[in-house]
């Protein structure tokens, strides 16, 4: 069936430094690729999506780039500030047009 | 707009006994999603409908679930009867067409004792 792997499961990071969440996918028809984030206690929110007609996309400290070819994506977090630790959740468009998600990634930023 | 409203934000009930979640989507969004958040097992949809219609239940845990959208603006999520191992958190969530984000609600905490 369709999946979404997800790599690290938990990232630990210094202020400042940069973070790097990668995602790869198994059904070659997706075209849709979003990030969301999970702040403790609180709802997944959408941050940043790409569609399989771009290779990457950026916002502010935050940037996706997508290789459809290899079938895997990865959100970049620049400079990163104590405000960005949360859980962080890839998803890719499935066949039947709902998300497939993958299983999160925990990011702490170290002070 | 007031986003993805789910009701009642906790609940807490008896082994046994029957709990109904409830959804409200963003207007004009016509699919609506049901997923369950644990540590251990992380987000899993349970079910979707899109246009009111239920399009796959197969993540739907067993025949104690049934979740129904009767028009456009409310879903229910149903439990009956609960179990200890239903306690999770229930987010219900929205997008406005076939490979769009979703917008999630704030969830429905539920513990069963």
């Known amino acids: 069936g369709e999946n979404v792997e997800q790599h690290p499961s938990t990232l630990s990071v210094q202020e400042g430094d940069s973070a790097v969440i990668k995602c790869t996918y198994s059904?070659?028809?997706?075209?849709?690729f979003p990030w969301y984030k999970q702040e403790l206690g609180k709802r997944p929110q959408l941050i940043i999506d790409?569609?399989?007609?771009?290779g990457e996309k950026k916002d502010q400290r935050i940037a996706v780039t997508l290789n459809k070819t290899a079938k895997h994506f990865s959100l970049h977090i620049t400079e990163t500030q104590p405000e960005d630790s949360a859980v962080y959740f890839c998803?890719?468009?499935?066949?039947?047009?709902?998300?497939?998600f993958g299983k999160g990634t925990k990011l702490s930023v170290k002070p | 707009d007031a986003g993805v409203i789910q009701s009642p934000r906790h609940e807490v009930t008896e082994m046994g006994q029957e709990v109904t979640l409830r959804c409200k989507p963003i207007?004009?969004?016509?699919?609506l999603f049901w997923y369950r958040q644990t540590m251990m097992r992380g987000l899993e949809l349970l079910i979707y409908?899109?246009?009111?219609?239920?399009?796959?239940d197969s993540g739907m845990p067993e025949d104690r679930f049934s979740a129904k959208m009767p028009n456009a603006s409310f879903s229910t999520l149903k439990i009956q009867p609960s179990e200890p191992r239903d306690s999770a958190v229930y987010f219900c969530?929205?997008?406005?067409?076939?490979?769009?984000?979703?917008?999630f609600g704030s969830g429905t905490r539920l513990t069963v004792v």
């Open positions: 998803a890719a468009g499935g066949s039947q047009g709902n998300l497939i």
């Open positions: 969530a929205s997008s406005r067409a076939r490979n769009y984000g979703y917008t």
């Open positions: 059904d070659s028809a997706s075209n849709y």
């Open positions: 790409i569609r399989s007609n771009v």
């Open positions: 409908f899109n246009n009111n219609v239920p399009i796959d």
């Open positions: 207007s004009g969004h016509n699919s």
